[in-house]
């Protein structure tokens, strides 16, 4: 399995030099096998603008599961050139909900008069499906759906698995809805414990600061320093924090990334922050270079230097 960040901040798109290390495009993950093209993306936020990149000229072909339907998850939809030619062949998967198909769950954000076109109006051959809590095999890959406590609408998040490597992916998780939990930040639940059980890389929603967290629990998101105590609890090799707030820059970033490498402690998960063309291989299972889809040696990009050094300074929000 390759998976290939295209987009990793929440709520809304983050342009400008302060964001430029870590990226400022909304949500989307592109899977695919070590040796082939992406066929399973995950979210289609502004990210999804960079599979056309990806494919090199190509049309996709393959799959697109929504996490859920805010409009960081979806608004890049209409945008993906590799998605919206008369030759490409996409099954987008829609949390079921409200007994309404899926074509026109979506339609009520993307339609007439908010955009100049419906779901049905993107070229190429689409397949629109309702998604459901259970098993699936998609795109060649074992998925698991299950439902998490989020804001506004049905939330899913996702386990999926290869023979040689398995992903779990909660994006957007507000905990916080089921109690208090062990440290105040949500409880470590049942469904969230079973995505994330022993997987090589957990994804997870670390929108806030706990600092911040007091005033704003009722978004529906979580403090990062939930996401690596989830990923201890589920005993995850990795803690990919993702969904970075868009007013975080990349100082405060690196800060909050040092402060959670310090606090997953001896025999915890890595912790890594999510940053746009991170590459992620069951090749070594380690971060790749930036912008290299093929570096030779794994773990030697940027970043991943730097998620190697010492805690520097403290947080700044
Ligand atoms: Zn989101
Ligand atoms: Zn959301």
């Not at 929440?10 to 070590?34: E, K, L, M, N, Q």
């Not at 339609?107 to 955009?115: E, I, N, V």
């Not at 905990?175 to 062990?182: D, E, K, Q, V």
């Not at 529906?220 to 105590?229: E, K, L, Q, R, T």
Request: hydrophobic share 35%; glycine share 12%; proline share 9%.
């Amino acid at each position: 399995m390759r998976v290939e960040l295209l987009g990793v901040r929440g709520s809304t798109p983050a342009p400008g030099s302060d964001f430029v290390r870590y990226g400022g495009h909304t949500s989307c993950v592109a899977i695919g096998p070590d040796d082939g093209p992406p066929r399973l993306v995950l979210d289609a936020g502004t990210g999804i603008r960079r599979l056309t990149g990806l494919l090199g000229g190509a049309p996709f072909a393959g799959s697109i599961l929504l996490s859920h339907l805010h409009w960081d998850h979806t608004q890049g939809l209409p945008f993906c050139p590799a998605i919206d030619r008369d030759d490409a062949q996409v099954e987008l998967w829609v949390p079921a909900q409200d007994a309404t198909p899926a074509a026109e769950l979506l339609s009520r954000a993307m339609s007439p008069p908010h955009f100049p076109i419906d779901p049905t109006g993107l070229r190429g051959s689409w397949t629109f499906r309702d998604l459901g809590i259970g098993e699936h095999r998609i795109a060649d890959f074992d998925v698991t759906v299950a439902e998490v406590p989020h804001k506004g609408g049905r939330t899913f998040g996702f386990r999926i698995s290869d023979a040689d490597m398995t992903i779990a992916y909660l994006p957007d998780h507000g905990p916080i809805a089921l109690g208090p939990g062990p440290e105040g930040w949500g409880e470590l639940h049942p469904a969230a414990l079973n995505l994330a059980q022993g997987v090589d890389l957990l994804l997870h929603d670390a929108q806030h600061t706990v600092e911040e967290f007091a005033a704003r629990a009722h978004f529906g998101h979580c403090p990062a320093d939930y996401a690596v105590s989830l990923g201890r609890a589920a005993h995850a090799r990795t803690v990919v924090l993702f969904h970075h707030d868009p007013a975080r820059t990349d100082d405060q970033l690196d800060a909050l990334l040092a402060q959670l490498q310090a606090s997953a402690g001896p025999g915890g998960p890595r912790v890594v922050a999510a940053a746009e063309e991170d590459v992620f291989s069951s090749r070594g299972l380690d971060r790749g270079q930036r912008g290299s889809r093929d570096g030779p040696d794994p773990g030697r990009g940027d970043r991943g230097d730097r998620s190697r050094c010492e805690p520097a300074a403290p947080p700044r929000s």
